[in-house]
Nanobody
Framework: QVQLVESGGGLVQAGGSLRLSCTAS????????MGWFRQAPGKEREFVAV????????YYADSVKGRFAISRDNNKNTVYLQMNSLNPEDTAVYYC????????????????????WGQGTQVTVSS
């Protein structure tokens, strides 16, 4: 089983930026498709971004496309989420997730597609 630990959340003003990190241990990181999800109060967990094993392919939710960027460093067992032009609607707990199976070239991932999860990190965007 892989263990995932997120960091980098916090409070930021609208228009600002944050970079989230997620470090993995316990299983070969480069074999994992990695994703970021978020969950706002009273809402379901929603897909944000996904990245392939090597990092050469990424997909995003329409709501974050052009503002967020997912990347990974397999030498550091870490996946990142760079978030720019943040707005209050981005306020949520952000989770990284791993799946050790095929990579689907699509942004139609759901939480059920990922077996391993971090504990989440809070991102709050003030207006």
């Amino acid at each position: 089983q892989v263990q995932l630990v997120e960091s980098g959340g916090g409070l930021v003003q609208a228009g600002g930026s944050l970079r989230l990190s997620c470090t993995a241990s316990g299983r070969t990181f480069s074999n994992a498709v990695m994703g970021w999800f978020r969950q706002a109060p009273g809402k379901e967990r929603e897909f944000v971004a996904v990245i392939s094993w090597s990092g050469d392919s990424t997909y995003y939710a329409d709501s974050v496309k052009g503002r967020f960027a997912i990347s990974r460093d397999n030498n550091k067992n870490t996946v990142y989420l760079q978030m720019n032009s943040l707005n209050p609607e981005d306020t949520a707990v952000y989770y990284c997730a791993a799946r050790y199976t095929f990579y689907r070239r699509s942004n139609a991932y759901t939480a059920e597609d990922f077996a391993s999860w971090g504990q989440g990190t809070q991102v709050t965007v003030s207006s």
